[in-house]
């Protein structure tokens, strides 16, 4: 089968090897992420093969982690990621090769996908590589705010993937320099902020925009009692967290409680925000569940609650300031991605009347 070198088209294209066009998407990111897609060749490659990725632009950078999505390598097969031999811009120093870095002996013996933590250390690079090595060895990475990592065969990088609520806080304790922890249930420092905060750090994101992560609809029933001031009343579902609306209807209505009062008639199509820290029935989730949400939506999630636990994680204000720079970086672009997504409204010609109407909208 023998050793392979390969690189990927963009970091072809970084170093000049390849012309061709990059998308706005592929050659960088606000929120500092580096996506890239790559395929392996033809020949699987032995241990000790390598797969260049992305290069990185002159400066300090660190990687906080990565989100990976990849086929499955084969039986016995782990990932590794790090860098290049390089020199640091600043002082010329070289800086010898180091494929364990960011991640080490990340299983993909099976098809994976989700947000993996880097590895405290380093984190200052210029370029980043993947390098299987002796044991069947392969390894991911992210970089500044959210990332992507290489994969063997073939790796995507978009859409939701599945991440855990352990995932989303490392996020932000790997931001803030500090430890990852494994469960809420330590006795870190971290751990006992991750346990009181983080539910109520997610609500407080979710409810800041409209995220089509957190998009759900539903068709409510009436209940047998009404309030004075309304026809009926429909009790809402166990992880609306906000609702956005009545689909089709323009009927007053208003929200007390976990019931919506309107004058509408019965079954009601209703649009709303999902809790994605709780279950459907309302209850909460356990720290190593999944969460189906972009990479993008997590760092955010994570940098939040950063922000919120620094001081009494690091005891700096000067960290805090920090995260809250990254966190509000981070909301503005992840906001931007999201609502690219889909086809704008436009209102009817002639629906001025009511233009709060939905039907009014097309």
């Not at 706005?24 to 020949?43: E, I, N, Y």
């Not at 249930?185 to 750090?201: H, I, K, N």
């Not at 010609?349 to 039907?359: C, L």
Request: charged share 20%.
């Amino acid at each position: 089968m023998g050793v392979t070198t390969e690189r990927s088209t963009i970091l072809k294209t970084q170093e000049g090897t390849l012309t061709t066009a990059l998308t706005r998407t592929q050659a960088s990111m606000d929120l500092k992420v580096q996506p890239f897609d790559f395929t392996q060749g033809a020949a699987a490659g032995d241990a000790t093969s390598t797969q260049g990725l992305v290069k990185m632009p002159a400066g300090k950078h660190t990687v906080i982690g990565m989100v990976v999505a990849c086929s499955a390598f084969g039986s016995s097969r782990v990932l590794d990621i790090g860098y290049e031999a390089h020199t640091k811009s600043d002082n010329a120093t070289a800086v010898n090769a180091l494929a364990t870095a960011f991640k080490e002996d990340l299983d993909v013996s099976a098809a994976a996908t989700g947000v993996h933590p880097a590895k405290r250390g380093d984190g200052f690079c210029r370029r980043i590589c993947g390098q299987r090595h002796c044991r069947r060895r392969t390894r991911q990475w992210i970089h500044p705010g959210g990332g992507y990592a290489q994969g063997p065969r073939h790796l995507r990088v978009r859409g939701k993937i599945p991440v855990t609520p352990i995932d989303i806080v490392n996020i932000g304790i790997e931001a803030l320099g500090e430890r990852p922890i494994s469960s809420f249930e330590e006795q870190s420092t971290a751990a006992v902020c991750a346990r009181a905060t983080f539910r109520a750090t997610m609500e407080a994101v979710l409810e800041l925009d409209v995220w089509n992560d957190a998009t759900a609809t539903a068709t409510l029933a009436a209940e047998v009692s009404a309030p004075r001031d309304y026809a009926r009343q429909f009790i809402l579902p166990g992880d609306c967290l906000r609702v956005r609306g009545l689909i089709k209807r323009s009927d007053p209505w208003t929200r007390r409680g976990r019931r919506l009062m309107t004058n509408a008639p019965a079954p009601l199509d209703v649009l709303y925000t999902r809790n994605l820290a709780v279950s459907p029935s309302g209850q909460p989730i356990g720290d190593g569940e999944d969460i189906q949400m972009s990479g993008l939506l997590a760092a955010v999630v994570g940098l939040r609650w950063a922000w919120t636990n620094a001081r009494r994680i690091t005891g700096s204000d000067t960290a805090m300031q920090a995260m809250h720079q990254l966190y509000r970086q981070a909301l503005v672009d992840a906001a931007a991605v999201d609502g690219a997504e889909g086809t704008p409204q436009a209102q009817q010609v002639g629906s001025w009347v009511n233009q709060f109407a939905p039907e009014s909208w097309v």
